[in-house]
């Protein structure tokens, strides 16, 4: 089955999201994240959205609830990389990231990650 | 509401790869049309939200992509279309939040913010019909 890989880098997971998912390579990383915080005892994942045209409902809620599984379980999660398009349209669209925390890129996610330990 | 002008393209709607190959052809229409890079950001997450509906709730259908010249003005009109339940209360349907199907509820009403134009058409037992536009001057 197509799966989107999950790196660690120390106590972090770091996720690349290089193609177009559909809705089911996002039900499946979002299980595969939650997996892998508990198997890795992770403290942060890092998810690299910069490549990304576009976040509709589907991925945005997909993101909200994996940040929300990792906060329960003592995880915060960092979104990188947002294009301004997709900002743009995801304040039109209504759609909050709630308890999602953004970064400018990947070394400013690590870093604001780093912060909390 | 006029059809669209120029021969549409037709893209069935059955399956998620199905979505993701009409958010492909959208942003490919739009850029060979010249709409800069924030109306197709709009538009194709217009068009996904809309396909997922057709395909979830329509139980699949199609978009027609067409585009549209009303000099000065240039656009592009999407029309969803399935033979599903339709949708018993529009206004409902339309609303922020409003979901029966533990999604966000955010589809319908984000098309309708995200296009220049939307146009919901539906009738019990029947089916409905989504059109939505985007216009920019060439
Ligand atoms: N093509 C359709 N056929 C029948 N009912 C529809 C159709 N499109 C939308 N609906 C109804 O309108 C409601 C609102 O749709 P909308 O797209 O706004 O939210 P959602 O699909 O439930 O959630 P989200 O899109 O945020 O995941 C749906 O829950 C459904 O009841
Ligand atoms: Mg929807």
């Not at chain 1, 089911?24 to 403290?43: G, P, S």
């Not at chain 1, 940040?67 to 379980?73: D, E, N, Q, T, V």
């Not at chain 1, 909050?96 to 912060?115: K, P, Y």
Request: hydrophobic fraction near 45%; aromatic fraction near 4%; glycine fraction near 10%.
């Amino acid at each position: 089955m197509e799966r989107i890989p999950i790196l660690r880098m120390g106590s972090l997971l770091l996720v690349t999201i290089q193609v177009d998912m559909h809705d089911r390579l996002a039900m499946t990383l979002q299980e595969d994240l939650t997996d892998r915080i508990v198997k890795d005892r992770a403290k942060g994942v890092l998810i690299d959205i910069s490549a990304l045209d576009i976040v509709d409902s589907f991925i945005g809620r997909m993101i909200s609830n994996t940040a929300a599984m990792a906060k329960i379980l003592d995880a915060k999660t960092v979104v990188v990389g947002m294009q301004p398009a997709v900002a743009i349209t995801l304040v039109e669209l209504g759609l909050a990231l709630e308890g999602v925390s953004t970064a400018l890129n990947v070394e400013r996610g690590i870093a604001m990650l780093a912060q909390r330990e | 509401m006029k059809t669209a002008e120029s021969g549409a393209v037709v893209m069935p709607l059955y399956s998620d790869e199905d979505v993701v190959r009409l958010r492909k052809l959208v942003r490919e229409e739009l850029a060979a049309l010249g709409f800069g890079i924030v109306d197709q950001t709009k538009m194709i997450t217009a068009a996904s939200e809309l396909a997922r509906n057709t395909l979830k709730y329509g139980k699949g259908g199609e978009c027609h992509l067409g585009k549209l010249n009303e000099s000065p003005k240039i656009g592009v009109e999407l029309v969803f279309t399935d033979d599903g339940p339709g949708i018993e209360d529009t206004a409902l349907a339309l609303t922020d939040g409003y979901t029966s199907g533990g999604g966000l509820g955010l589809g319908l009403s984000g098309a309708k913010k995200l296009s220049d134009e939307f146009h919901l058409e539906t009738r019990l037992g029947e089916g409905t019909t989504v059109t939505i536009r985007k216009w920019k001057f060439s």
